[in-house]
């Protein structure tokens, strides 16, 4: 499967964005999907994943200020972020694998994942 990260841009903070990450193949619907992270100089981090069944999962860091949803219609897994912070400027990876494990944080792994997009920058100004 082939991912295609888009939305990113250069906001305030308190600005909000929804990132986009289009997949190709028709068994998208089949598939976890994750929303990861890399600011410079750092690991990439998990962010948020959401299940085939549309289970969803966040890092703390995150939590109540970014959603992810998925349209299987579309083929398409969406991070809507709000109430930005100038550290989560990052470089945006959407990712997806079809047997994740949810469990003993297994999702949170870079390493769970076989399919990766190239990235949406995300820049939040202070």
């Known amino acids: 499967v082939q991912l295609q990260a888009s939305g990113g841009g250069l906001v305030q903070a308190g600005g909000s964005l929804r990132l986009s990450c289009a997949a190709s193949g028709r068994t998208f619907s089949m598939y976890s999907m994750a929303w990861f992270r890399q600011a410079p100089g750092k690991e990439r981090e998990f962010v948020a994943a959401?299940?085939?069944?549309?289970?969803?999962y966040y890092a703390d860091s995150v939590k109540g200020r970014f959603t992810v949803s998925r349209d299987n219609a579309k083929n398409t897994v969406y991070l809507q972020v709000n109430s930005l912070k100038p550290e989560d400027t990052a470089v945006y990876y959407c990712?997806?694998?079809?047997?994740?494990?949810?469990?003993?944080?297994?999702?949170?792994?870079?390493?769970?994942?076989?399919?990766w997009g190239q990235g949406t920058l995300v820049t939040v100004s202070s």
């Open positions: 990712a997806s694998q079809v047997g994740v494990r949810y469990y003993n944080n297994y999702y949170r792994n870079v390493g769970e994942y076989e399919y």
């Open positions: 959401i299940s085939r069944d549309a289970n969803t």
